[in-house]
């Protein structure tokens, strides 16, 4: 006869939960693609969070991600990877450009000084860790000395908040969570991102004017990569909190201290050099799979 594992013992063995989330854009989780990932990992119950959007499969060991990401066969799905204790996070800290908002407030008010793809191309290689954050942004903000400051309310005016966002900080909230919008962009904007996603806190940077145009300075010191994780750092000690009870979020090499040191951090849409460094990542899906890598079905948002 061969041995059996009792169904109480299996039950105790499933410490891992994989979560899969798809881009509701563009496909649907349907029951054959979530029981091939589920005998891939040797899984066990499956919980469906939102219909056709998200399920959490129950697993023995830590699933192997690359294998999952294989079986999906490039599908618009993520999967991320959770302990199965104290998956709901108490401390959220999101970073704002491309990952709370859809755009680079930078990138977009250097537009209105004519010079928005010379700035965006310095953006894309401090994003992705090829130059030093502080050193990168000190020389965009350099390159906008003398534009007119009506310029920032005019490219306020087309800042989007990314979908899922209000969800996400209203969800964490509601149960009891509290959350940080923490910048390398600018006060001007992360105050007002803040506000309108309902975030508790906001920290970034000062960009100086003179009363009508923008000096070519920023406020020093700069919230740049460590000023990121010392946030995380001490948000979590003034609430009593461990790090296994955060959630951080972004997309950029300034974000990936604070991605590695968090209990969950997620890579969203992130630039190659931290997606492949980050624990955990999403790809495909948008901020509501943050939520769902939680346990939340889609029945609990705010």
Request: charged share 20%.
């Amino acid at each position: 006869m061969p041995n059996r594992t009792p169904l109480a013992m299996v039950e105790t063995l499933m410490t891992q939960i994989l979560t899969l989330i798809a881009d509701r854009d563009s496909t649907s989780l349907t029951q054959p693609v979530i029981e091939c990932v589920r005998d891939v990992i040797s899984g066990g119950a499956i919980t469906v969070l939102s219909p056709g959007e998200a399920v959490d499969i129950d697993c023995p060991i830590a699933p192997d991600l690359k294998q999952v990401r294989a079986a999906l066969n490039g599908a618009q799905i993520d999967a991320v990877a959770t302990h199965a204790d104290n998956r709901r996070k108490r401390l959220l800290i999101a970073d704002m450009d491309s990952t709370i908002i859809t755009g680079e407030t930078l990138d977009e008010l250097a537009v209105f000084a004519g010079i928005g793809e010379k700035i965006a191309a310095i953006t894309a290689r401090a994003m992705n860790g090829e130059l030093n954050f502080e050193a990168a942004l000190r020389e965009r903000v350099a390159m906008l000395k003398g534009l007119n400051v009506k310029a920032l309310e005019q490219t306020w005016a087309g800042i989007r908040l990314t979908p899922g966002a209000m969800e996400l900080v209203a969800t964490m909230k509601a149960h009891g969570a509290f959350t940080a919008l923490v910048s390398g962009g600018f006060t001007f904007f992360t105050s007002r991102v803040a506000g309108l996603a309902g975030f508790d806190l906001h920290r970034s940077n000062e960009l100086l004017d003179d009363g009508t145009a923008l000096t070519g300075l920023v406020a020093e010191p700069i919230v740049g990569r460590s000023a990121k994780l010392a946030t995380l750092h001490d948000l979590a000690a003034q609430r009593g909190l461990p790090l296994s009870a955060s959630l951080t979020v972004g997309d950029g090499a300034n974000d990936l201290d604070m991605l590695l040191a968090a209990g969950l951090g997620v890579a969203f849409h992130a630039k190659p050099i931290v997606a492949a460094a980050a624990r955990s990542r999403v790809d495909h899906a948008n901020l509501r799979a943050l939520l769902f890598a939680q346990g939340y079905p889609a029945s609990a948002f705010s």
